[in-house]
């Protein structure tokens, strides 16, 4: 596709749940990012891929996130035993390099932990 | 570590009138990049201007501009000749590549213009 995708758009889940979030990067693009906007603030940094390397994880909130990218395409988000706090936007961007340095956001996708 | 500040939580404009938006930064590195993201409503993030931190002259892309100044650590966005679809939330975003291309954002000011 031409932009970043990902899937699913909306996600309910019961406290407790284990879900998973997808994201398709633009076709070439090297490096992947997630980020968490909770409702009314700016997105925050989660973790990073370049390629199938996650080089950077240090915004993950807890052990109970965990992102993979095994072919250094697809990444997946993966969030278990969900808590109400989980509740945002999850959005993915991935970049392209130089001189740029600009990154590409996919829809998010809404989660709700009931 | 780096903070992007946004001081406007809300700001409303007349269509056609100019309105502009305040952003401050804080780091200790001297090469670096600054952005401003559009978000409307849909929620797809979308780049609206670029500045490098080298580059002494301020950015423009069409309505929008920026007035970059350095010493200082502020960035603000002026959209000109406002337009209805220019009404969405405006995240201001600070970028070092050194420390892998990672995105630190500003709270958000949501921007409204008034037919």
């Known amino acids: 596709g031409a932009g970043v995708s990902q899937s699913p758009r909306y996600k309910v889940a019961k406290r407790g749940q284990d879900v998973a979030l997808r994201c398709d990067p633009i076709?070439?693009?090297?490096?992947l990012f997630w980020y968490q906007q909770a409702l009314g603030q700016g997105p925050e940094f989660l973790t990073y891929?370049?390629?199938?390397?996650?080089?950077?994880k240090s915004g993950l909130p807890s052990d109970r996130f965990f992102a993979e990218r095994p072919e250094g395409s697809v990444s997946t988000l993966k969030i278990q035993r969900t808590q109400q706090e989980d509740s945002a936007v999850y959005l993915c961007a991935s970049i392209s390099y130089g001189p740029v340095y600009e990154q590409y956001f996919g829809p998010g996708t809404r989660l709700t932990v009931t | 570590a780096q903070t992007v500040t946004q001081s406007q939580p809300e700001m409303s404009v007349q269509e056609a009138e100019t309105v502009t938006l305040s952003c401050t930064y804080d780091?200790?590195?001297?090469?670096?990049?600054l952005f401003w993201y559009k978000q409307p409503p849909s929620r797809q993030m979308i780049l609206v201007i670029r500045?490098?931190?080298?580059?002494?002259q301020n950015a423009t892309e069409n309505r929008f501009s920026v007035n970059f100044q350095k010493a200082a650590k502020s960035f603000s966005l002026k959209i000109s000749d406002s337009q209805l679809g220019d009404t969405a939330m405006y995240f201001c975003a600070f970028m070092n590549p050194a420390a892998g291309n990672k995105l630190t954002f500003g709270g958000g000011t949501r921007v409204l213009v008034k037919p």
């Open positions: 780091t200790s590195e001297s090469n670096y990049y």
């Open positions: 500045q490098e931190a080298y580059k002494q």
């Open positions: 076709s070439g693009h090297v490096s």
């Open positions: 891929f370049q390629n199938e390397a996650q080089l950077d």
